[in-house]
């Protein structure tokens, strides 16, 4: 064979192919790279059905499942055939002799492509299936709120349209036009890439020639695209109310006057580039086309971009206040409206008060129930004194719940947590699988404390405690913990009938060893309806690939009666049978008619509600509490609508999810509910004995707060301006430089013209440059107050009054001389630590009390906790200490002197301090007699009696070795 000028070709050498065992290797490997990647697939599917199955909501996994499914199919499947299709016909249509020019790249890739062609054009096909059915998959609720949407029965001022079409309708269209415009640009590449290497299209002398099949094909492609295009610019009308970005979110003067035109005229200017796209059909030029397109690019610039521009600065920046009054006034309605903050009672405090001081000091006593008890500093008195073996933990930071104890009806604050199982306080040398997952699988009980209350000692003074259980706090059930906070990730439970319990269940007193034995604990075998059951082979299969995990194929401690518990926080369980609730970042326990439970706060939000204000989830809940991992923090969602709509239960025994309908009103809840009928129920099946439990979450008051901050001011001048923006103040008690806001704090307090305390949830704000007290925040958190629960009230300080700030009260505290000498002891004490507790602010006598308990630690013995030591009150200027609330309040009104609090049987010892006038043997003496008196509280069960006197045992060992070394240098 020779070229074109006859000259023969040189002969090549045959290459050799690959060999057989590379021919056999790859396909097998691909091979077994898609079996695994569907296998994982199939697990995690085949796995989660079971899941739900368990928890009775397998309703839910197969409406997502389906409509999942069916938006990857149908979508999918129209985005691959349409693409696919064009090619087909892009392929027939190609010209009949293509150049064959060598030194031509389209020559190249079509002697490459042709033998090829069918498989690559399935190839492709399922690429775009997949890869365009796995995005229209993921908007499953987004078509779910479209098909079930409900009326707001609220106009935007704009469009006159119910919100319903921009929280539910508007979202579905908006991304219905984006996938259509992709579909058609990627159609448009994938034509114009097959028409240039069959022919269609030749880059050659001045530009591209176009065959007149492939100008007939791209123009009604381009023309589809362009109509699109016009469709993108109708919705964007609608865009403009719920935009960001400008003065404030949604339509102002400029979109008003001069986008929203602008899109009507690119509409027009798009439907006649459009039109003349496909006239180039008949009149085979595309001058036309090509001069609509740049008319079409010159308009979107000139007034879709310039105009706005020239509007913005030369006519509405001179005089801004004025024309964007009205628009400013609809943010305002509207951003009140969607974070629940319309109706704040906002009411002038004076902050002064026209009591006597014994008349403030007895309304103080009789208005104000305080937790002094603070949550984030008394977990390790908690673990110390209730924590009974290693492997049980409390989290670092407690919930305040209240609770009816003893004859009194009037409900009490309560610190309350669960016992939980923590695998990490094991000894290394337990650590295996089968303990791990087979023996320690639960926690046990609850521990809770007064609030308002310290023992003798200054310890907590507990309300349920031990194990078993005993005190106040009765449960009618053994309160096991299998679904918690600190869970394993997964534990294998259930044994057949007649064989020996393996899980450890409760501590036997009087042994301190936390080996798993019949001699210091007892067995149980888990009975309840939770669980995955993992008897047949498939199943053990199946979560031994999920877990990676063999030994549940070959432990023998898998039985036929055997069930996996997983996914067991409770957040994660609520999130996951309601896909489409925000969660609270603070789910927490309680007892509701004898059952341990979890209580979870469920969010309705959206981002699209017309007008209102934007926020960032995290960011307006991040605090203290957040920062220091303390609380879980919420997504990064960016919102502008907030309801919480649902509150969920999680049995902490058997992990069965109930949701309950809580805001009536909401159209968002509504919409779901609609989605998943059956799987809310109804307000009215929320047990009184639940009820009493519930209350105002606190992300929800976090976000309040936060919008509250400039929202609080409804004249659109005055907001215009912005001098009377408010902050939430920095925590006095974080470390120094975190510049963490400040948590909400959950308390019993009166609001002015109540006479009786309410749980509610308080906070302050400061003005935005200044550290003195701007307002008084609250919201009645009593469920139970079902005409006032919700209620939110601001007291608002006057502008020319000087109310010293949480950060500037801390200082006088801290400055203060009765504190100072009260503290001075401890301050030079080498071996204790000061902790100052939650900065408390109550409105008192038309007053404002600020309360903080002060906690001192032992630092130099394991095992140390903080005990309350003494209360610092401040009514005015006047600042008063004291073992109790009362008696602070007192010294601050002058009504008594101050003290130094006794330290007597705490566990500090300052240098300072002589141990007494007892002598070194006497002194182990008493330490002896603790002891026994420790053994004998332990063999009982009673935990807090025993560790308080080991504590008392120490200080008398530490005051002997002092007067050892006392008796010696007194004879040098």
Not at 198 to 204: C, V
Not at 666 to 673: A, G
Not at 739 to 756: C, I, K, V
Request: glycine share 8%; proline share 6%.
């Amino acid at each position: 064979m020779s070229d074109i000028f006859g000259t023969p070709r040189p002969r090549r050498e045959p290459r050799r192919g690959p060999d057989r065992r590379q021919r056999v290797l790859v396909p097998t490997l691909i091979t077994l790279a898609v079996l695994l990647f569907l296998g994982s697939i199939f697990t995690s599917v085949w796995t989660d059905r079971l899941w739900f199955k368990s928890v009775g909501y397998s309703d839910v996994f197969r409406s997502v499942l389906f409509t999942r499914v069916a938006l990857f199919i149908i979508l999918g499947l129209i985005f691959g055939l349409f693409v696919i299709g064009n090619l087909y016909i892009a392929f027939r249509t190609r010209p009949d002799a293509a150049p064959m020019r060598r030194d031509d790249p389209a020559y190249r890739y079509r002697l490459a492509l042709t033998p090829l062609l069918r498989p690559a054009a399935i190839g492709l096909g399922l690429v775009l299936t997949g890869f365009a059915g796995s995005v229209a998959a993921a908007h499953w609720d987004t078509y779910q709120k479209w098909r079930h949407s409900t009326s707001f029965g609220i106009k935007d001022a704009q469009f006159h349209k119910d919100a319903s079409f921009y929280v539910f309708e508007y979202p579905w269209w908006r991304f219905l036009a984006s996938y259509s415009f992709a579909l058609i640009v990627i159609t448009v590449l994938a034509v114009l890439f097959l028409n240039y290497v069959y022919g269609g299209i030749r880059i050659a002398g001045r530009g591209p020639k176009l065959t007149r099949a492939a100008q007939v094909h791209l123009s009604v492609l381009v023309g589809i695209g362009v109509l699109l295009k016009a469709v993108s610019y109708y919705l964007d009308r609608f865009g403009q109310v719920i935009a960001t970005g400008g003065l404030v979110d949604g339509v102002t003067y400029t979109d008003d006057h001069a986008r929203i035109p602008a899109k009507n005229i690119l509409i027009g200017v798009a439907i006649v580039c459009a039109l003349l796209f496909f006239a180039a059909i008949f009149i085979r030029s595309w001058a036309l086309p090509a001069i609509g397109l740049g008319l079409l690019a010159l308009t979107s610039i000139l007034i879709g971009a310039i105009w706005p521009a020239v509007m913005q600065g030369f006519q509405v920046k001179p005089s801004e206040p004025d024309k964007e009054a009205p628009y400013i006034a609809r943010n305002i309605e509207a951003t009140r409206e969607a974070y629940g903050i319309s109706d704040v009672e906002t009411e002038s405090y004076s902050a002064k008060t026209k009591l006597t001081d014994t008349e403030l000091a007895d309304s103080a006593e009789s208005r104000v129930s305080t937790r002094l008890l603070d949550p984030t500093l008394i977990s390790d008195a908690f673990e110390q004194l209730q924590q009974v073996r290693g492997y049980y933990a409390v989290p670092t930071t407690l919930d305040v719940d209240r609770y009816k104890l003893g004859a009194d009806q009037q409900p009490q604050d309560v610190i309350i947590a669960a016992r939980e199982l923590k695998l990490s306080g094991l000894q290394q040398s337990q650590r295996n699988w089968a303990n791990d997952h087979t023996v320690y699988t639960h926690g046990y009980g609850i521990v809770a404390a007064r609030g308002n209350e310290r023992g003798p000692n200054g310890e907590p003074v507990f309300v349920a405690k031990d194990i078993p259980q005993v005190g106040e706090l009765k449960t009618t059930t053994p309160p096991r913990i299998y679904f918690g906070e600190q869970s394993p990730s997964y534990s294998i439970v259930g044994r057949p009938k007649g064989s020996e319990p393996i899980e450890v269940d409760t501590p036997q007193g009087g042994v301190s060893s936390d080996k798993a034995t019949k001699e210091n604990a007892t067995q149980n075998t888990y009975d309840g309806k939770g669980g995955v059951p993992i008897g047949n082979t498939f199943n053990k299969l199946l979560y031994a690939f999920k877990f990676a995990e063999p030994n549940i194929v070959l432990s023998n401690r898998v039985n036929s009666e055997s069930k996996i518990l997983y996914d067991r926080e409770p957040r994660d369980r609520v999130k996951k049978v309601a896909p489409w609730l925000t969660v609270d970042g603070d789910s927490y326990p309680a007892v509701v008619n004898g059952r341990v439970v979890w209580i979870v706060d469920g969010y309705t939000t959206s981002n699209s509600f017309p007008y209102s204000e934007h926020r960032s989830l995290r960011e307006a809940t991040a605090d203290t509490l957040t920062s220091s991992n303390s609380q879980t923090a919420l997504p990064t969602d960016q919102v502008n609508y907030l309801r919480n709509s649902v509150k969920a239960v999680v049995d902490a025994y058997d992990g069965t999810v109930k949701l309950y309908q809580w805001d009536t009103k909401d159209p968002v809840l509504k919409t779901w509910m609609k989605v998943f009928p059956d799987v809310v129920e109804p307000k009215s099946e929320i047990s009184n004995g639940l009820l009493e439990h519930l209350r105002y979450p606190v992300d929800l008051f976090k976000v309040q707060r936060d919008v509250l901050q400039r929202y609080h001011v409804t004249d659109p001048q005055a907001f215009y301006n912005d001098n009377q923006r408010w902050k939430v103040p920095e925590d006095p008690t974080a470390p120094t430089g975190s510049n963490a806001l400040q948590p909400p704090y959950y308390l019993s307090t009166a609001r002015p013209g109540e006479d009786e305390p309410k749980f509610s949830v308080t906070s302050v704000y400061l003005p935005n440059s200044r550290q003195n007290l701007a307002a008084f925040v609250s919201v009645n958190s009593e469920a139970t107050d079902t005409a006032n629960y919700g209620k939110m009230q601001i007291l608002q300080l006057p502008n020319d009054t000087q109310i010293s700030g949480p950060s500037q009260i801390a200082n006088d505290f801290q400055a203060d001389k009765g504190v100072s000498q009260a503290l001075l002891q401890y301050q030079q004490s080498k071996t204790t630590t000061i902790k100052y507790g939650n900065l408390l602010t109550l409105p008192v006598g038309n007053g404002l009390l600020y309360v903080q308990p002060v906690y001192i630690q032992r630092s130099a013995i394991e095992g140390s906790y903080p005990v309350l030591q003494f209360v610092i009150a401040s009514f005015g200027k006047d600042v008063g200490f004291g073992q109790t609330l009362d008696e602070a309040l007192r010294v601050a009104l002058g009504l008594e002197e101050g003290s130094a609090p006794d330290d007597s049987g705490t566990p500090t010892t300052p240098d300072d301090q002589s141990p007494g006038q007892q002598t070194a043997s006497a002194l182990l003496d008493d330490a002896k007699a603790l002891y026994d008196d420790a053994q004998k509280a332990l063999k009982d069960g009673d935990l807090a009696t025993y560790q308080s006197k080991i504590n008392q045992m120490g200080q008398k060992i530490e005051d002997a070795q002092k007067a050892v070394a006392d008796e010696k240098s007194s004879k040098k």
